[in-house]
């Protein structure tokens, strides 16, 4: 079966930076779209970026210019580098995938996704 999973998340202190990984198995990320979310408590969870099957990249303007998407075909891993990173930041991060049809150019929306992984806490403190 499909299983994402995230790490990397920990708490940094306003203006450090973070990458956050995302590896499966039963799924070859290069077939399809990979996104990363966040969800504040009381919020909805928000679409950052996004890399389609052809490597196109999609983020949302919020995080445009400090967050990176990035996959590694040969280890079967999405990244995200987070850069400069602000109290606002703070949140549980989340993978996902989606099928190659999803190829989103702008923030990505959590509908199209059908599996996610459990999560990584990023906590950012002044």
């Known amino acids: 079966q499909v299983q994402l999973m995230e790490s990397g998340g920990d708490s940094v202190q306003v203006g450090e930076s973070l990458k956050l990984s995302c590896t499966a198995s039963?799924?070859?990320?290069?077939?399809?779209?990979v996104g990363w979310f966040r969800q504040a408590p009381g919020k909805e969870r928000e679409g950052l970026a996004n890399i389609d099957f052809e490597g196109i990249i999609a983020y949302a303007d919020a995080v445009k210019g400090r967050f990176s998407i990035s996959r590694d075909d040969d280890k079967n891993i999405v990244y995200l580098q987070m850069n400069n990173l602000n109290s606002e930041d703070t949140a549980t991060y989340f993978c996902a995938a989606a099928g190659r049809w999803y190829r989103p150019r702008m923030q990505p929306d959590v509908n199209p996704y059908t599996y996610w992984g459990p999560g990584t806490q990023v906590t950012v403190t002044s």
């Open positions: 039963g799924i070859t990320m290069s077939s399809g779209s």
